[in-house]
């Protein structure tokens, strides 16, 4: 299996980013690498480790559905806060592998370099989602094929597409499931519900379920002033599609932020579910759409804790976080931050 855009890691590669120091084991000394690049297939096969994470650090789909680029920055700033966490009893590290990261730049700098109007270079975004998403497919297939459970680091939210789409397939070629389709809960500011005008990182969803992968969908802490009303009236009449609002939440407390999450929960445990988690759902964190009123960060950590405790998860997708954005702003905390919320998960998930 080629995939074109994938680079893969070595133990040194591991290693470079990792700050060795004496008496102290970081997780960067036990995390796996792929044995055979060339052989993804194979490799995945004979991975002892039960968690494969990588990252699709891209901001094609951002721009597509015109926002700020900048979410290609996550990635690296993850990688070494990650990398540099303590490997100890309550996270060892052995039972996870590093495999490696995509890279786009080619696709970015041949729209930047041609496109000759801002519509030219959306319809041009859109049409490369088209190659991120096969890609990313053909990965997350191979992945959950091979019995492991996928934690991505993105990117724009456009990548819940393939994510879905390639554990479905993958779950279906283990015979886990009669047809290749799943369940997935979102936290997010927004539904990523919008119609399918073309690929882009606000309407994955919606792509995956018209094309018959994504069965139930439940989307918590989305914002009621970027609610479309369109949007809205499809989810309220789609018995299998729901949502609660962050105003429902915290504003009208009509119910907890752990009840919530617990609905979401039982709303989707009849099959193998996604878990997503879109960073612009946090108060004050870096992402392409920042909000000034979210989810604190303990929210955050006790939603992908829960999730693992609970739902059925076949892939963890943490997206739309940067370090950096178009517009100049920059802060070196959200990779910590989402290598907080992968390692409660990984834990969570162990221990249960």
């Known amino acids: 299996m080629q995939i074109p855009h994938f680079k893969s890691y070595s133990k040194q590669d591991i290693l470079s980013l990792t700050g060795l120091r004496r008496f ?5 000394e036990r995390v796996q690498v792929l044995f055979s690049p060339n052989d993804m297939t194979a490799s995945l096969q004979q991975l002892n480790a039960g968690f494969v994470v990588f990252g ?10 015109y926002g700020n680029g900048g979410t290609s920055t996550a990635w690296l700033s993850f990688l070494q806060s990650f990398l540099n966490v303590q490997s ?33 270079k959306v319809e041009a975004y859109r049409h ?26 993105g990117g724009g939210h456009n990548n819940a597409y393939p994510l879905i789409k390639g554990a479905s ?3 279906h070629h283990r015979q886990m499931l009669p047809l290749p389709q799943i369940n997935c809960i979102n936290l997010d ?24 992968y994504l069965q139930k969908y439940c989307v918590i802490g989305v914002h009621e ?31 907890s932020f752990r009840q919530a999450v617990s609905h979401a ?44 405790a609970h739902a059925k998860a076949c892939y963890l997708h943490i997206c739309e976080g940067a370090t950096r954005l178009a517009s100049g702003r920059h802060s070196e905390l959200t990779g910590k931050l989402i290598s907080y919320l992968v390692t409660d998960f990984v834990k969570m998930y162990l221990s249960v």
Not at 270 to 287: K, M, P, Q, S
């Open 169 to 171: 397939k993958g779950l």
């Open 225 to 255: 002033n970027y609610l479309p009303q369109n949007v809205w009236l499809d989810i309220v009449n789609n018995p299998f599609l729901d949502m609660i609002t962050f105003e429902d939440i915290f504003i009208h407390e009509k119910r």
């Open 265 to 308: 929960i039982s709303f989707t445990d009849d099959n193998f579910c996604g878990i997503e988690l879109d960073l612009d759902a946090i108060e004050n964190v870096l992402t392409s759409a920042c909000t000034p009123s979210g989810l604190d960060t303990i929210n955050a950590r006790q939603y992908v804790n829960l999730c693992a």
């Open 56 to 65: 699709i650090p891209e901001d094609i789909g951002v721009q597509a559905n």
């Open 128 to 153: 490369a989602v088209h190659t991120i998403d096969d890609e990313v497919e053909s990965l997350v297939k191979a992945i959950v094929a091979a019995g492991k459970l996928p934690i991505v680091i």
């Open 24 to 28: 102290e084991t970081k997780l960067g």
């Open 189 to 212: 500011a927004h539904t990523d519900y919008r119609p399918t005008e073309g690929r882009h990182s606000g309407n994955g969803f919606r792509y995956a379920e018209e094309d018959g």
């Open 88 to 120: 100890n009893d309550f996270l060892p590290g052995e039972n996870i592998a590093v495999i490696g990261h995509f890279d786009f730049g080619d696709i970015q700098y041949l729209i930047d370099h041609n496109a000759h109007s801002s519509e030219e």
